[in-house]
């Protein structure tokens, strides 16, 4: 398995600014995964954070909207920027660890903009 | 498009009730499946995982799926519930073709004394 943890916690933003959220492992793991959950909804991907390499992005997310940081294999940053409040979401990170796809998830960042 | 339908989701039962969750998924091919739960307040956690084998398999906390593959479902079954058991579930799939979890809407469960 894996710890992960992340921060903030939670955030009030004003639109128009813009929120980084960190995500750390406790162990080395290739990939890393950012995701977001709106208010009553499921999980959808936002993109595949590989270290090394430039974060593979899901149809309708961009990178100049939501850049990716992974500067080792035990880190990740999101940043959402030029909020508005169609971002109030929780975003979660998880890492894939033990058998091929297997994730194990990060708390959480609940994200309000105002 | 692949979708994971959860078709409860809102389901209220009594301690020592018996619980089914649906989920089906809309792949072909090779799949994996899993179920998730999110008890209040804490992070998401793997309850158990479907690869290959014996469709039927066990998890955490006296949790069991049965995957049926002819009728592309993954459904969630514990004999009797606790009210420990009150989370949000989540069923979700990666199939070979896509290399991405994909994840149903979610069930909230509550379970009163």
């Known amino acids: 398995s894996a710890v992960i943890s992340q921060k903030p916690s939670r955030d009030i933003c004003q639109r128009g600014t813009s929120l980084t959220i960190q995500c750390q492992v406790d162990?080395?793991?290739?990939?890393m995964f950012w995701y977001r959950q709106q208010p009553g909804q499921s999980l959808t991907l936002i993109a595949t954070?590989?270290?090394?390499?430039?974060?593979?992005?899901e149809s309708g997310f961009v990178i100049d909207k939501f850049p990716i940081s992974r500067p080792n294999l035990t880190f990740s940053t999101l940043t959402v920027s030029n909020m508005s409040p169609e971002d109030s979401s929780i975003y979660l990170c998880?890492?894939?660890?033990?058998?091929?796809?297997?994730?194990?998830f990060g708390p959480g960042t609940r994200l309000t903009v105002t | 498009a692949q979708s994971v339908s959860q078709h409860n989701h809102h389901v209220i039962l009594s301690e020592a009730a018996s619980l089914e969750l649906g989920c089906n998924y809309s792949y072909g091919g090779t799949v994996n499946l899993f179920w998730y739960v999110q008890y209040p307040g804490q992070h998401l956690q793997l309850l158990l995982k479907?690869?290959?084998?014996?469709?039927l398999v066990k998890g955490i906390k006296g949790f069991e799926a049965e995957f049926i593959k002819s009728k592309f479902s993954f459904n969630l079954r514990k004999p009797s519930v606790q009210w420990s058991d009150t989370a949000e579930y989540f069923c979700?799939?990666?199939?070979?073709?896509?290399?991405?979890?994909?994840f149903g809407t979610g069930t909230r469960l509550q379970v009163f004394p």
């Open positions: 998880s890492v894939e660890k033990g058998s091929p796809y297997e994730q194990y």
């Open positions: 162990s080395q793991v290739t990939m």
């Open positions: 954070a590989n270290q090394g390499s430039e974060a593979t992005y």
């Open positions: 979700a799939v990666i199939s070979n073709n896509t290399d991405k979890l994909i």
């Open positions: 479907y690869f290959s084998g014996d469709p």
